[in-house]
Nanobody, 120 residues
């Protein structure tokens, strides 16, 4: 059974930092593209950062470039999102996604999310 579990969310003041973690099990983690998405109330889910399975460059949404850093630890089936200089507009539910395509099959797994609130 595949599980994707996020942790590390919470309440932080503007300018503060948080580190989110995402642990995946039941998959061959190293072959999956791992991504972080977020969804704020009343808004559509948006891609925050995506890291390919081959160790290539991580893509970030423009609004977080220079502030957020995504990393992955294939030995522990975990990805992280280090968030610095947080702003109120970063407030959202953050979701982890594991995705791969194998032939004609797509494998797409989501966690349940972790809430990040940036407020004074």
């Amino acid at each position: 059974q595949v599980q994707v579990v996020e942790s590390g969310g919470g309440l932080v003041q503007p300018g503060g930092s948080l580190r989110l973690s995402c642990a995946a099990s039941g998959i061959i983690f190293s072959v999956y593209r791992m991504s972080w998405y977020r969804q704020a109330p009343g808004k559509e889910r948006e891609l925050v950062a995506a890291m390919p399975s081959d160790g290539g460059s991580t893509n970030y949404v423009k609004s977080v470039k220079g502030r957020f850093t995504m990393s992955r630890d294939n030995a522990n089936n975990t990805v992280y999102l280090q968030m610095n200089s947080l702003k109120p507009e970063d407030t959202a539910e953050y979701y982890c996604n594991a995705y791969r395509v194998l032939g004609v099959h797509e494998y797409d797994y989501w966690g349940k999310g972790t809430q990040v609130t940036v407020s004074s």
